[in-house]
């Protein structure tokens, strides 16, 4: 598969909702049918320089098949180093299996290297063991145990 890797634009917000909605855990948190939260928070994302939303977009048809957020997090541990947060990654259904997930990881830890980013690092849901394997085999390892707290 032929694929551009871009800056996601207003424009791509309705596909990247679907691919947020088309999961097992995303299915009951969002809401396609009514895209004014997401452009809102569109907005605030394209407005910060430190928040890279991409997108992955097929050649023969234009069609976004992926998406990430890389998040540049300046902080003062490890000697005031920077790190990227990855988060929402997403593969469109049709493009699942053809190592799509994988360029996108590679682009965002460029991007991470790029910014001058000491360390990578993301989240990923404890019952997605099948992506916890994925992010393991692409070198990632579970160093820390993640908290959430519902507001």
């Known amino acids: 598969m032929n ?3 871009r ?4 424009d791509d917000v309705p ?4 691919m947020l909605a088309d999961d097992v855990l995303g299915a009951g948190r969002e809401d396609p049918a009514d895209l004014t939260p997401y452009l809102a928070a569109f907005a605030r994302i ?7 939303l991409l997108v992955a977009e097929r050649d ?5 098949v992926g998406t990430l957020q890389l998040s ?4 003062l541990s490890r000697k005031g180093a920077s790190r990227a947060l990855i988060e929402s990654v997403r593969v ?3 493009a699942r299996g053809t190592g799509l997930g994988s360029e996108l990881i590679r682009r965002a830890v460029e991007e ?4 001058g980013c000491a360390l990578v690092q993301l989240t990923s849901d404890a019952t997605r063991t099948d992506a916890h394997r994925f992010y393991e085999k692409l070198g990632f390892r579970p160093t820390h145990v993640g908290f959430k707290l519902q507001l």
Do not use: K, N, S
Not at 46 to 52: C, G, L, N
Not at 60 to 64: G, H, K, T
């Open 3 to 5: 694929i551009t890797m």
């Open 7 to 10: 800056r996601a634009t207003a």
């Open 15 to 18: 596909r990247i909702v679907a």
């Open 46 to 52: 394209d407005a910060d320089p430190h928040q890279h």
């Open 60 to 64: 023969q048809d234009a069609r976004v």
């Open 72 to 75: 540049i997090l300046h902080g």
């Open 92 to 94: 469109a259904a049709e």
């Open 112 to 115: 991470a290297e790029r910014q």
